[in-house]
């Protein structure tokens, strides 16, 4: 008997744990629904808190979109109004310089030929200067050689002149010495 009591009071204790467990069961699971509906209605509220700020955040983005837009193209006018400004300013600049380049061009062609003719000159006046140095220098050469010239035939006409019998003192015979 005693192996029946076993049983028996497993299965009292489990028939107890079965009907309490399905009563809270029940219980927790309207818990969890009523729960779930709190949370459904929260989120609800939220995605219309959420829509609402999407659509002032999006009604702000493309006011601000406009805005921008606005700015961008007064922007772009005035950009274009300044390389339309800064182009005008740099055509007459070119134009000026342009025209100062092509009279510098004339002056400097003038001043070309102007050189050409003084170069012309001073070369003319440098071989000039040249050819008279060596009229100089030729005669400096031929006074030079004409010198040695005469030494030459003085040294020669001195040697006839040592040499000739002339020249030489004749030998005064001494007198006997007298006794």
Not at 75 to 100: M, P, V, Y
């Amino acid at each position: 008997m005693k192996k029946w009591m076993y049983v028996i009071s497993v299965s009292v204790l489990l028939a107890v744990f079965l009907a309490l467990y399905f009563s809270e069961a029940e219980k927790i699971e309207h818990r969890e629904k009523a729960q779930m509906a709190k949370v459904a209605e929260l989120k609800r509220v939220e995605d219309a808190r959420k829509a609402s700020v999407e659509a002032k955040a999006r009604a702000d983005a493309e006011k601000r979109a406009a805005d921008r837009a606005a700015e961008e193209a007064k922007k772009e006018s005035e950009k274009l109004a300044r390389w339309e400004e800064d182009g005008r300013k740099i055509q007459e600049a070119t134009d000026k310089f342009t025209t100062e380049a092509d009279s510098s061009a004339k002056t400097a062609a003038e001043l070309e030929v102007k050189l050409s003719t003084l170069r012309a000159a001073k070369e003319k006046l440098n071989r000039e200067a040249f050819e008279f140095a060596k009229q100089v220098e030729m005669g400096k050469i031929s006074r030079r050689s004409a010198e040695i010239e005469i030494q030459r035939t003085v040294e020669m006409i001195a040697r006839r002149a040592a040499e000739s019998t002339l020249s030489r003192m004749p030998a005064i015979a001494t007198p006997p010495p007298s006794s």
